[in-house]
């Protein structure tokens, strides 16, 4: 990625402060300029897998393969555990996939998102990431998925592998409207503006600045991927992987959220080079 700048001395300390490895791709998306480091290295993805899964349900839409309307239907058996509501709802419950969609992203749904899974396929996500130059970034099994793991990657890295290289690639389509049309690319960035979570790149943003985007997390896992844009329209497209986190702790004062949010901030000012009040 070209462009790319030596780590400010403020964002260093905060990389050598953390009890575990951090990797980042930041990119400011008006003068192009980037913040890495150890773009290129494979990091297991938590739930930001489930932006990859959004971005193949979209385009699958755009394509005119399925319909957000077509209904799906809960039972009591697709309920997993973990983040999410659907887990809580009554056996038989119909939602239109659009909404599935939603809760699989604002909520993180687990359930929601192996009823996706269950429509669009697995190996498909994993093509269409290819397909869009994400070669790093593979998706091994639905979620809380019952038996071994189903390759030597899926036992190293979990549900799913990605590296921040390949989701900084994915953000800046989404900011510049490569994914499907314009109306794709708007309703893509409305479920990712409606994330609930918001303890890691939007933490210490200005209220005012707007948020859409995913974020993940297992015990020794944080990560957060999105795009933030100022009430002027400047707009940063952050991709951060923590992991290897010494001890779980499932608070806000994670150290992975905290690194996360002190990254998006310190790189915001470095990368415009304006202080935030």
Request: glycine share 10%; proline share 5%; hydrophobic share 40%.
């Amino acid at each position: 990625m070209s462009g790319s700048e030596a780590l400010p001395e403020v964002v260093s300390g905060i990389v050598k402060e953390f009890s575990g490895r951090i990797s980042f791709a930041l990119k400011d998306l008006q003068s192009r300029r980037t913040l890495l480091l150890h773009p290129k290295r494979r990091c297991p993805t938590a739930s930001v897998i489930k932006l990859p899964v959004l971005i193949h349900v979209m385009l699958l839409a755009h394509e005119g393969a399925l319909s957000l309307d077509e209904p799906v239907k809960l039972r009591d058996g697709d309920k997993k555990p973990g983040s999410g509501i659907l887990q809580d709802m009554t056996d038989g419950l119909i939602l239109s996939l659009r909404d599935a969609c939603l809760l699989m992203i604002a909520l993180s749904d687990n359930t929601a998102t192996n009823l996706v899974l269950d429509r669009v396929g697995i190996e498909q996500v994993n093509l269409r990431m290819a397909a869009l130059g994400c070669r790093s970034t593979r998706l091994f099994r639905k979620v809380f998925s019952d038996g071994p793991p189903v390759c030597r990657e899926n036992a190293r890295y979990g549900l799913g592998v990605t590296t921040a290289r390949d989701m900084l690639r994915l953000l800046c389509l989404i900011h510049a409207g490569r994914i499907g049309d314009s109306d794709t690319t708007g309703e893509l960035r409305r479920f990712l503006g409606a994330q609930r979570y918001r303890d890691g790149i939007p933490r210490f943003l200005p209220p005012d600045w707007t948020y859409e985007g995913k974020g993940g997390a297992v015990d020794a896992v944080r990560n957060d991927v999105g795009i933030v844009t100022t009430p002027s329209g400047r707009a940063f497209a952050f991709a951060v992987f923590c992991d290897r986190i010494p001890a779980p702790l499932w608070t806000a004062d994670n150290p992975g959220l905290l690194a996360i949010a002190k990254i998006a901030r310190k790189a915001c000012e470095c990368l415009s080079g304006e202080r935030m009040a």
